[in-house]
């Protein structure tokens, strides 16, 4: 496509406009039903690419990238930032400088900002090429920086978007294929982006002004674009917020580690004058002035960020880079498999190539446990395909001082296939996270914590400094020669351990559920559904019959899209209908699940027994639909059990094993799990009757056997010392007990 060659897109938004993924940091602080963190799943770029410009050599690839997982840390706002202008270079990516083909766009990723009251606006997005913009302004300090003679070589608007604002929201990002591919100007790394929110209507050729950028309800509707940064890390004493710098200065700053990287500068029209006004300082006026600057996250800190976005692209695959075989034969031995290395200034990453002989999942019942315990420092690492695509980027969920996982002061993982394997100290199980590796060829990249990964073999490493080690380590049976083992039950966040339902409700604590994760809690129904006609044994007199279990979560961030699924103490579906039902509604989602507009819709519910309809949940704030009535959708009838409830948000996935659930949603909310049931637990005189019968015999040993098995639950501590496990001590009182049989 010629560089002056006008391609205009109409793609309708409708659908996207509410999907969760990132959020200010600082919303953590202000509002529970706020989402954290963004993690998106590479894995959904795949869908790009249709043009089949290569023949069979074609591949996706991420062109740039700061909107993905291996851009994951901080997300914010910055002012009135409704019309911006961003650098986007592509070195190092896979359309960099060395790069000498065809560079096709396909596709792109963009986030925004929404508050307010519901009202109508478009999105635009222009492309330029790099000679026709200049930071300093185009052809004179203080002029335009765009030339107000270019014509973009590419314009993209998007509309359609639905009205509807997303309680708790912060930013949005929508995923956009092109209807046909864009062909970049050849031989160019370097593009300017001008994205903009006009009024609805505006055609896609019309300059924009202070007439047509959104502006008639901004009052009510604040629109803004979100910037991030990946790393996390500060600049320095060097650069302090708020003082002027010239454009070569911050240039010189640094860059995203990400696969394409933009610098600390960029544009932003806070004036709505339709122009961003160059000079050759910025401003000695702190951070309100509309033109570039790096932004102060921290008090009296300095970051580097850029807009979160990302470009897809069509691409041959590059030759594969110099890599050090792990398999021995044709394939990765089974079992643990152990290497190490050094990096250094000079050679910041290191490659490494495997091969599956098997599928890594739950059908083939496989499994791929892949960290990086034993580094001198957190070390982060991907899984390419063979084509030179990233596969999967690891995360810091492994051990490490840092109490909050993912983080990159942790030491990383990757899981595929069937759960659930012990954490190293601190770290999280392995537990299938990154679901399924298909059998073939990987290649593995291993650089410091931080570091950026992208399509077509790109590594943007950090500087290790100095000389520092690492340890890469598999475990895995890729091959079958040895099983994948017996599953370790789930590991449990504080006040997320119910013990035994005493009847009535019982409700948990605030449980972070973070992006692709899973939490769980756990709890005793120590009678069977339905449990009636039954008589003391101790006393005759006839027992309350036990008819029923609900379980609810009122009090969970409201814009999660939430799934429940009730696991046995054996890590099996606990019966054949124990994945929930949607319950309360947003956004006029009246059939809840995942909502129609990505807002949610979306409290779970489970409901168990024979019991007449308990009604439905009441109304939690934000909500504006009640959700079914709790009416034994789950089934009339369950065992007496421990149970473990995985909770997730939309694309989760449940295996009927091994306590076997995922999620792919890139969201970091908070659940709040409320059980309500008629279960009869332990009576203060005899606490070994754990199902409240008056008696202390089979059955309840069966309960303690699991209790005793477990050690760290607090359902089978009956000795007095309320020290949360159920140990030898607790054993000999429940010895006694028993042998007694009858309680008095």
């Not at 041959?316 to 890599?323: D, K, R």
Request: with cysteine.
């Amino acid at each position: 496509m010629d560089r002056l060659k006008l391609g205009l897109l109409l793609a309708g938004a409708a659908g996207m406009a509410c999907t969760v993924a990132m959020a200010d940091e600082t919303d953590r602080l202000l509002d529970r039903n706020s989402p954290k963190k963004m993690m998106s799943d590479l894995k959904e770029t795949r869908q790009f690419g249709t043009d089949n410009t290569f023949g069979d050599r074609a591949i996706t690839v991420v062109v740039y990238d700061t909107a993905t997982s291996s851009f994951t840390h901080n997300g914010f706002s910055l002012g009135t930032c409704s019309h911006i202008l961003e650098d986007i270079n592509l070195t190092p990516g896979p359309y960099g400088s060395s790069y000498s083909g065809t560079r096709s766009l396909t596709g792109l990723r963009y986030s925004y900002g929404l508050t307010g009251s519901a009202a109508a606006w478009d999105m635009r997005f222009s492309f330029y090429s790099p000679s026709d913009a200049d930071w300093a302004g185009f052809g004179a300090p203080g002029a335009s920086m765009i030339n107000p003679n270019a014509t973009p070589y590419f314009t993209l608007t998007v509309t359609g978007f639905d009205t509807n604002i997303c309680p708790g929201f912060s930013a949005i990002s929508g995923l956009l294929t092109f209807t046909d591919a864009v062909d970049m100007p050849a031989g160019e790394s370097k593009l300017w982006l001008d994205a903009a929110f006009v009024e609805p209507g505006t055609p896609g050729t019309a300059p924009l002004t202070s007439t047509n950028l959104f502006q008639t309800n901004i009052a009510v509707t604040r629109t803004y674009f979100v910037l991030g940064n990946n790393t996390g890390s500060l600049l320095g004493a060097t650069f302090v917020a708020g003082t002027s710098y010239t454009p070569a200065q911050l240039e010189a700053a640094g860059s995203s580690a990400s696969p394409g990287d933009g610098t600390p500068t960029y544009g932003r029209d806070i004036n709505f004058s339709g122009t961003f006004t160059g000079q050759s300082w910025a401003s000695t006026g702190g951070l309100t002035n509309e033109l570039r600057y790096i932004n102060s996250v921290q008090a009296g800190t300095t970051q580097t960020v850029s807009y979160v976005f990302s470009l897809f692209g069509l691409s041959e695959s590059p030759p594969a880079p110099s890599a050090t075989s792990l398999n021995t034969g044709s394939y990765l031995a089974d079992g643990v498999v152990n290497t190490s290395g050094s990096l250094t200034t000079a050679a910041r990453h290191k490659w490494y190539k495997f091969n599956t002989q098997n599928e890594i999942s739950y059908a083939q019942t496989t499994f791929m446990d892949i960290d990086t315990e034993g580094s001198a420092v957190p070390m982060s690492f991907a899984v390419y395909s063979n084509d030179s695509q990233v596969f999967d980027v690891s995360e810091g969920r492994g051990d490490g001082p840092e109490p909050e996982r993912p983080s990159d002061l942790d030491n990383h993982q990757i899981s595929y296939g069937v759960a659930r394997r012990p954490g190293v100290g601190l770290g999280e199980q392995y537990s299938g996270q990154e679901g399924i590796l298909p059998a073939g060829e990987y290649y593995l990249a291993v650089a410091l914590a931080g570091s950026g990964f992208g399509d077509g073999w790109v590594v943007q490493g950090e500087d290790p400094i100095v000389p520092t080690a690492f340890a890469l380590n598999f475990n895995n049976n890729n091959r079958k020669t040895i099983p994948a083992g017996p599953a370790v039950s789930p590991a449990l966040g504080t006040g997320a351990d119910m013990a035994i339902l005493q009847g009535g409700t019982q409700t948990t604590t605030e449980q972070t559920v973070r992006a692709r994760g899973v939490g769980f809690v756990r709890f005793s129904l120590t009678n069977p559904l339905p449990t009636t006609g039954q008589f003391n044994q101790s006393d005759g007199q006839q027992l309350s019959d036990v008819t029923f279990l609900d379980i609810t979560q009122p009090g969970s961030s409201v814009v999660g899209e939430w799934n429940f699924c009730l696991y046995n103490n054996n890590g099996l579906l606990a019966n054949g209908n124990s994945i929930s039902y949607a319950g309360a509604g947003f956004n006029n989602n009246n059939g809840g699940g995942d909502g129609a507009f990505g807002c949610g819709g979306s409290f779970a519910q489970l409901s168990y027994g024979t019991a007449a309809s308990r009604g439905v949940t009441p109304l939690d704030p934000d909500q504006t639909t009640l959700g079914k009535p709790l009416d034994n959708q789950n089934g009339s009838s369950l065992n007496g059990d421990q149970y473990y409830l995985a909770v997730t948000m939309g694309n989760a996935f449940f295996a009927n094993e091994r306590w076997g659930a995922r999620s792919t949603r890139g969201s970091n909310l908070t659940a709040i799990i409320s059980l309500t049931s008629d279960n009869r637990g332990p009576n203060g005189g005899c606490p070994a009757d754990f199902n409240g019968d008056g008696g202390v015999d089979d059955t309840d040993f069966v309960y303690f056997a699991k209790y005793y098995n477990d050690l760290v639950n607090p359902a089978g501590d009956i000795d007095g010392a309320l020290d949360g496990f159920t140990d030898d001590s607790d054993f000999a009182v429940f010895a006694v007990a028993y042998d007694t049989l009858v309680c008095f």
